[in-house]
């Protein structure tokens, strides 16, 4: 399996890499190490470039499957054992960091202010929704619940990231933060995100180290869905 650098260190923007294999079909890479993040959980995949001495190829897509993570580029595939450089877009990919650790940090406050579980997310570089069971929700909610948020963000709050074993994951129902576990049945151990004090809960995408990176964020809108759900949308503030 590649080693997934994305998951232990969203800081890393570019690696040296090894191709494994090539599908010429589809104009894909599988590498032995990546930083780029494959995409999930509402996280669009990271885009960037691949060099091959002078050679840049852009990476255009990148997904994940058993074999690995799939970089999608431009140009000639080179062959497996090619020694190659992959640089992020890091502009945008921090952007995502920012604003996914800003819907985690949203999690929280709704977790907290109603125990209720995420039915749906969605995000793009500086803007994310998220949508909840709130059968109790009222309009005049919304601005004391953003207070509430930039408040902890200003905090500086501490972002971990930990792994558990399966077994140990599955046994803290606190851990699923979704109305239905989104964890594959196949997979033996959990990472794990941790808002210190926040919130917490099983997660595979990229965060800041600290809420404060975040900055400030606007509740934009919050929409009915029918039937007591709610869609709120965020935007970071710059």
């Known amino acids: ?10 800081y890393e923007r570019s690696m040296a890499a090894a191709v494994v294999d090539r599908d010429e079909t589809d104009r894909r890479l599988l590498l032995d190490r990546t930083v780029f993040y494959p995409g999930g959980g509402g996280q669009p995949h990271d885009v960037g470039s691949l060099w ?25 595939l080179p062959a497996a054992g090619t020694a190659v450089r992959g640089e992020l877009d890091w502009e945008r990919r921090y952007t995502l960091m920012r604003t996914h650790t ?22 793009t570089p500086g803007e994310g929704r998220l949508d909840f069971d709130l059968p109790d929700w009222d309009a005049a909610h919304k601005f004391p619940m953003e207070e509430e948020l930039n408040t902890h963000l200003a905090k500086a709050l501490e972002v971990t990231v930990g792994f558990l074993p399966r077994e140990e994951a599955d046994a803290d129902p606190s851990l699923i ?3 239905v576990s989104l964890l594959p049945p196949e ?3 959990v990472r794990v995100i941790d808002i210190v004090g926040l919130d917490r809960q099983a997660d595979g ?4 180290h600290r809420t404060d990176e975040v900055g400030a964020v606007e509740i934009v809108k919050v929409e009915s ?12 503030a710059e």
């Not at 080693?3 to 969203?10: N, P, R, V």
């Not at 897509?61 to 000639?76: F, Q």
């Not at 800003?102 to 579980?117: D, F, K, N, T």
């Not at 869905?225 to 970071?236: N, P, T, V």
Request: hydrophobic share 40%; net charge positive; aromatic share 8%.
């Open 102 to 123: 800003a819907m985690h940090a949203l999690c929280g406050v709704v977790w907290e202010r109603y125990q209720s579980p995420v039915t749906g997310g969605n995000m």
């Open 177 to 179: 933060r979704t109305k």
């Open 187 to 189: 997979l033996t151990e």
């Open 1 to 10: 399996m590649a080693e997934k650098i994305y998951s232990t260190d969203a």
């Open 225 to 236: 869905k029918g039937k007591g759900f709610r869609r709120i949308r965020l935007a970071l």
């Open 52 to 76: 091959v001495g002078d050679d840049r190829l852009e990476v255009s897509r990148v997904t994940a499957d058993r074999a690995g993570v799939w970089h999608w580029v431009d140009g000639s």
């Open 205 to 208: 995408g990229t965060h800041v």
